[in-house]
């Protein structure tokens, strides 16, 4: 068995004993400061910018310094990303001096980089005159990932730590998203600690703070291969009432290879995905790498669907100044982003694979997402509409095109019928969605009838469409590509 398949094998015995805890049904709640009701959206330095410290001559465009953030977010407000929701500009890691201030012990941003102690307060105030809050980073350990100081004193332990003079420090400065990373920590000890940092954002924010967003890495630190030999399970519920979202996995490179070993990883924790992820609380498969160097624009569609149709937090990194317009079309799809943006925020589960309707490598995967119908019908019964993306994972040949009864995949949903109705507090609805759904006979015109079909990526796909209304939808998919339509009932 090769070292993947081990890790996903791993992950899947633990995903079956943290499934087991929750079968009463019941949704978690969430950390308790109203924030991210549906998934933040945004802009975050790292994988464009990772730790450039170099400022000179020409990289001073590139560096982590102040005028990165500034030269982003205002290039965000510019081209119309921040009206349409990408409202975080996040600071990664990098961004301070290497020793704390001797007598007071708070946190210095660099000196030159970020002009000096005041600096980051300035730009976190420039940057909310153009509606965009400022985020920073830190870490659970005693440094940073990349060994800038952080919020433990001593390893592993909670004496001494800078939790409360950190979090009112950030407070101070006007920060409203921190990213709250897991090196220089045992992993086994983060669950017993990281959670103070929760604890101290809440109990130092004054009346006139802004909230702070918290995303915490550190679970991914547990559940990854990054400690293979310590894979444990993950007390989601402590996750999820710890953080507003939270990594789960490995790093996000500018790579297809890297996006597609994300997409197995989900795949494999869907189930468990399902039933933690929503309001207030959300997975966050990492970066949206869209205007990188490593991708397709198959790929890069592909990317975003999926992140996309997860209701994942997006946060691009890239060189927004830079993108290409069909990228920036791609990150502005209206359509998607209010996928995204559902109210009920539920991840799409991937329901069915055809390994068989390609003769070449790769496989067809159907994902389905239920999302909130447009009509709101009060408390009448509605049932959602439904997201239904096909992803071609093959490498070879040419686009393939791919059929399937619509029935036949809503009744492999029965598991998001059921989610969504539990989210509308109307459980009972489910069996009456699906009693609808098996009403419609396969092959009869007559029924199916029933739902519009639009699709979501339609302004910029050149390919050939066919969207049958005789019960199969029939989609043509490029090799790393992705086609996502949503079906709407006309009741
Ligand atoms: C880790 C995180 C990255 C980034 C770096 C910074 O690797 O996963 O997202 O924050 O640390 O050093």
Excluded at 158 to 163: A, I, S, T, V
Excluded at 357 to 370: C, I, R, T
Aim: with cysteine.
């Amino acid at each position: 068995m090769d070292w993947f398949k081990l890790k996903m094998l791993k992950l899947s015995i633990l995903s079956f004993v943290t499934i087991s805890y929750y079968l009463d049904g019941s949704f978690v709640s969430a950390l308790d400061n109203g924030l991210a009701r549906t998934p933040p959206m945004g802009w975050i330095s790292w994988v464009r910018f990772t730790c450039d410290i170099n400022c000179a001559g020409s990289n001073k465009l590139n560096c982590i310094s102040y005028e990165l953030y500034e030269r982003m977010a205002r290039s965000m407000k510019d081209k119309g990303f921040v009206d349409l929701g990408y409202n975080y500009v996040n600071i990664d890691d990098c961004w301070s001096e290497f020793e704390r201030d001797e007598l007071t012990k708070r946190l210095v941003p660099h000196k030159e980089r970020f002009r000096g102690n005041d600096g980051i307060k300035e730009l976190a105030s420039t940057l909310r005159e153009l509606n965009v809050k400022l985020g920073i980073y830190g870490d659970c350990g005693t440094q940073t990932c990349a060994k800038y100081p952080a919020q433990l004193s001593k390893f592993d332990s909670l004496e001494g730590n800078f939790y409360k003079i950190d979090a009112e420090t950030f407070y101070s400065w006007g920060i409203e998203s921190f990213k709250f990373d897991g090196c220089y920590i045992t992993p086994n000890k983060s669950e017993q600690i990281c959670p103070g940092m929760s604890k101290a954002l809440e109990l130092n924010k004054k009346d006139n703070n802004k909230p702070i967003l918290l995303t915490c890495e550190w679970p991914s630190y547990m559940a990854t291969f990054r400690h293979p030999e310590t894979i444990m399970p993950v007390d989601w519920d402590l996750v999820k009432r710890s953080c507003n979202l939270w990594r789960h996995f490995e790093d996000i490179y500018d790579s297809w290879l890297s996006v597609e070993t994300i997409i197995d990883y989900c795949i494999s924790m869907q189930d468990v995905i399902l039933k933690y992820h929503g309001p207030g609380g959300w997975f966050d498969p990492d970066q949206i790498i869209v205007g990188g160097f490593g991708l397709s624009r198959d790929q890069a569609r592909a990317h975003m669907v999926l992140w996309s149709i997860w209701s994942a937090p997006l946060f691009m990194s890239n060189d927004v100044e830079k993108l290409q317009p069909w990228e920036v079309e791609l990150l502005q799809n209206r359509n998607l982003i209010s996928v995204n943006q559902d109210q009920l925020g539920i991840w799409a589960q991937m329901v069915h694979e055809d390994g068989k309707a390609v003769w070449s490598m790769g496989k067809l995967q159907v994902f389905v997402k239920p999302t909130r119908p447009k009509q709101d019908t009060g408390s009448q019964l509605f049932c959602p509409d439904f997201v239904i993306a096909y992803l071609y994972r093959g490498s070879l040949g040419n686009s393939i095109k791919f059929s399937i009864n619509i029935r036949q995949i809503l009744l492999k949903s029965d598991k998001l019928i059921q989610e969504a109705s539990n989210r509308q507090g109307h459980p009972e609805w489910a069996k009456k969605c699906l009693d609808r759904i098996i009403a419609i006979e396969p092959d009869s015109n007559k029924n199916i009838k029933g739902f519009h079909v639009k699709d979501l990526l339609d302004s910029l796909a050149d390919s050939e469409q066919e969207l049958s209304i005789d019960g199969y939808l029939t989609l043509v998919v490029n090799p790393t590509g992705i086609r996502v339509v949503k079906l709407t009932e006309n009741v």
